[in-house]
Structure formats: structure tokens, C-alpha cells
């Protein structure tokens, strides 16, 4: 089935650490997003990835970083510089960052103890 | 102001009852309109998607838009306790350029059997 793997479902962080969050597609898009959700503020685009080896800042990349090395993969890097890091985090990818249809992932929820 | 605004409920109905559901928006550019679906704890899905003024009808399901008010809703007709999720509207520009999709901030909807 294709689809968007998201890994870890939870995962608890240490205050200073970076964290890494993994996002998976075997759709063949060439477009990947990640986006955060905090309750009742919608979804928020930190990056997104039109093509291999390329990415963009969104809305609020501060204290995020990512890769695009692979085709299938994006990564997601929960920096110690982000001063809020507890959220819910989903990756998204689509045809190309023309195509309206996007489709999501199951998501991440970080907690930061 | 938000470029998005949804009123984030929660909103309790009973089986069977017409449920609407309403965005407004002030970005005059916004052309394509879509519907996401999310269950608790899981990514949003596709649920409807709309491009520029109109209505369209899939199932039990009815997107409209009226980009004159700047106003977009779904209605669910014959609710059913399946539907109780959290309901988010989405809209991006047009144009052969990238155009970020910017979503609302959610509206909870509960389906009582």
C-alpha cells in the first residue's frame, strides 16, 4: 500500500536535546511538507521540499532543521533552539507543490520533559 | 486577523442532523478550496476539494464557496457517529507557483448516536 510513515507515533525529549523525526513516502511525490499542530491554531508549515536536495523555510522554521537527500525521505530536526517544541507534527507530501492534494501522515506527538 | 477563520466549535449534534460548517477568509488570491477530515490522533485526509465559486456534492457531503463573501462550507447531511472528528478547511492561490495551502484552526464536531 502506499502511503506516508511517520516514526515515532510519541516520543519524550530531554530540554537541550535535538531530536530527529523520521517521515517515509512510497507514493513517488516529489514534494514533501512538514507541518505543526498545537490546539486551536491549525496547521503551521515549518518546511517543505519541492525536489531532491532542495528546501525551503515556511512559516516558523526557527529551531527546525531538514534533509532531502532521498527522494522517499525528509527528516525532520527538532533543534534545542526551538523555545516550544511540544506539538504534534505532521508530514505531508503531494505531487508537486502545484497539486492541491496533499496527503498526510499519521503524525508524531513530541513531548519535551 | 487571521487570513483563515474557523470557529472551533465544539459543536455536539444528534444522529442524523445537518451539520455546517463555515470558513471566511480576507486573501482575495485564494482559488482552490478543500475540506480535511481528522480523527483523533491521526493526519488530516482529503475529504473535499473545491476550485474558485460553486458547490459540489460527493455522498452526504456538500462543499460550497463564495468567493464574493469570502465564505466556504461543508455540509454533512444524516450525520452519523463516524463523522465526529475534527474538521479542517484549507484554501492556497492559484497560479503555476508554489501557493502554501493555509488552513483554519479546526472545528470539533461530536455526532451523538
Known amino acids: 500500500d502506499g502511503g506516508i510513515t511517520q516514526s515515532p507515533k510519541y516520543l519524550f525529549r530531554k530540554e537541550g536535546q535535538n531530536v530527529t523525526l523520521s517521515c517515509e513516502q512510497n507514493l513517488n511525490h516529489d514534494a514533501m511538507y512538514w507541518y505543526r499542530q498545537d490546539p486551536g491554531q491549525g496547521l503551521r508549515l515549518i518546511y517543505y521540499s519541492q525536489i531532491v536536495n532542495d528546501f525551503q523555510k515556511g512559516d516558523i522554521a526557527e529551531g527546525y532543521s531538514v534533509s532531502r537527500e532521498k527522494k522517499e525521505s525528509f527528516p525532520l530536526t527538532v533543534t534545542s533552539a526551538q523555545k516550544n517544541p511540544t506539538a504534534f507534527y505532521l508530514c505531508a507530501s503531494s505531487i508537486s507543490t502545484r497539486d492541491t492534494e496533499a496527503f498526510f501522515g499519521q503524525g508524531t506527538r513530541l513531548t519535551v520533559v | 486577523q487571521k487570513e483563515v477563520e474557523q470557529d472551533p466549535g465544539p459543536l455536539s449534534v444528534p444522529e442524523g442532523a445537518i451539520v455546517s460548517l463555515n470558513c471566511t477568509y480576507s486573501n482575495s488570491a485564494f482559488q482552490y478550496f478543500m475540506w480535511y477530515r481528522q480523527y483523533s490522533r491521526k493526519g488530516p485526509e482529503l475529504l473535499m476539494y473545491t476550485y474558485s465559486s460553486g458547490n459540489k456534492e460527493d455522498g452526504r457531503f456538500t462543499a460550497q464557496v463564495d468567493k464574493s463573501s469570502k465564505y466556504i462550507s461543508l455540509f454533512i447531511r444524516d450525520s452519523q457517529p463516524s463523522d465526529s472528528a475534527t474538521y479542517l478547511c484549507?484554501?492556497?492561490?492559484?497560479?503555476?507557483?508554489?501557493?502554501?495551502?493555509?488552513f483554519g484552526q479546526g472545528t470539533i464536531l461530536t455526532v451523538h448516536p
Open positions: 484549507a484554501m492556497r492561490s492559484g497560479g503555476t507557483s508554489y501557493g502554501k495551502l493555509t
